[in-house]
C-alpha cells in the first residue's frame, strides 16, 4: 500500500507541475505558489532519493515483524511436540 500511495501522489504531483496556472482563476485554490513549490519538490525527492521508492524502514519493519511471528509459530510447534 506505501508503494502504490507513493507512486499515487507522484503522478498527481508531475500532473500538477506540468500544468500551466500562471495566476489563474483557481490557481491561488489550488495552492498557488507554495503548492507548486511542494509538488516540485515532491517530484525532485522521488526521481532524486531512491530510499523514498525503496522503503528501507517498511522493509525492516515487516522483516521485524515476520520474524517475531515466526518464532511464535515455532514455539507453538514446539509446545505441542512436548
Given at each position: ?60 519493519l515487516l522483516a521485524f ?18
Open positions: 500500500m506505501y508503494y502504490q500511495s507513493l507512486y499515487f501522489f507522484f503522478i498527481g504531483a508531475f500532473f500538477y507541475t506540468t500544468s500551466s496556472l500562471p495566476y489563474g482563476r483557481f490557481y491561488n485554490r489550488l495552492g498557488g505558489n507554495v503548492g507548486m513549490l511542494l509538488a516540485y519538490l515532491f517530484v525532485f525527492s522521488y526521481l532524486g532519493f531512491t530510499f523514498f521508492r525503496r522503503a528501507i524502514f517498511v522493509e525492516l515483524f515476520y520474524q517475531r511471528t515466526n518464532v511464535l509459530k515455532n514455539l507453538n510447534a514446539y509446545v505441542k511436540a512436548v
